[in-house]
Antibody, heavy 121, light 106 residues
Framework: EVQLVQSGAEVKKPGESLRISCKGS????????ISWVRQMPGKGLEWMGR????????TYSPSFQGHVTISADKSIRTAYLQWSSLKASDTALYYC??????????????WGQGTLVTVSS | DIQMTQSPSTLSASVGDRVTITCRAS??????LAWYQQKPGKAPKVLIY???SLESGVPSRFSGSGSGTEFTLTISSLQPDDFATYYC????????FGQGTKVEIK
């Protein structure tokens, strides 16, 4: 079974750093891009960026460029989303999702279960 | 950037109703469009990809149509399990979601 399992919920203070993870199983991890998607409380889905785990090549949405960093370690089949200095406005549910293929024209399937990040003083 | 506009934002319907959700792209995306269903506390699940291809395991009451800039998701006979929020997503140029349509019980 193809599966993405994300790390657990986090509670952080503004200004702190954070890295959350997404571990793939049941498929060739390096062969499929992974994207990260934000869902703020009660809101819709926003694409943040994607990584090609084979080369760690990344593309970011202009809305998130410079605010987050996406990385991957293919040796342990894990992708990461990290912040160097969190803000209260980063409070959201974050999903990782595998692209159906290794080019741009594929939808996302499957998705991880989501990681809730709460930033509060 | 390609913008995706869904309508309506909320839809009230009864079991057995035929339901149609529309998604409009700000420029042509050919047929590079997916529809997802999301239930509270759960990750989105793909229903339709490439505008009209039904995902394996998804009931046949779901169908998708359209190309270019206008797309629709139709549920032919709404079932209790279908009350959820639905999102369109374009993947012609990067990836963009519509704002979502919440299907509520009337």
């Amino acid at each position: 079974e193809v599966q993405l399992v994300q790390s657990g919920a986090e509670v952080k203070k503004p200004g702190e750093s954070l890295r959350i993870s997404c571990k793939g199983s049941g498929y060739s991890f390096s062969s499929y891009w992974i994207s990260w998607v934000r869902q703020m409380p009660g809101k819709g889905l926003e694409w943040m960026g994607r990584i090609d785990p084979s080369e760690s090549y990344t593309t970011y949405s202009p809305s998130f460029q410079g605010h987050v960093t996406i990385s991957a370690d293919k040796s342990i089949r894990t992708a990461y989303l990290q912040w160097s200095s969190l803000k209260a406005s980063d409070t959201a549910l974050y999903y990782c999702a595998r692209h159906r293929g290794s080019s741009s024209q594929f939808c996302f399937d499957p998705w991880g279960q989501g990681t809730l990040v709460t930033v509060s003083s | 950037d390609i913008q995706m506009t869904q309508s309506p934002s909320t839809l009230s319907a009864s079991v057995g109703d035929r339901v149609t959700i529309t998604c409009r792209a700000s420029q042509s995306i050919s047929n590079w469009l997916a529809w997802y269903q999301q239930k509270p506390g759960k990750a989105p699940k793909v229903l339709i990809y490439d505008a009209s291809s039904l995902e394996s395991g998804v009931p046949s009451r779901f169908s998708g149509s359209g190309s270019g800039t206008e797309f629709t998701l139709t549920i032919s006979s709404l079932q209790p399990d279908d009350f959820a929020t639905y999102y369109c997503q374009q993947y012609n140029s990067y990836w963009t979601f519509g704002q979502g349509t919440k299907v509520e019980i009337k």
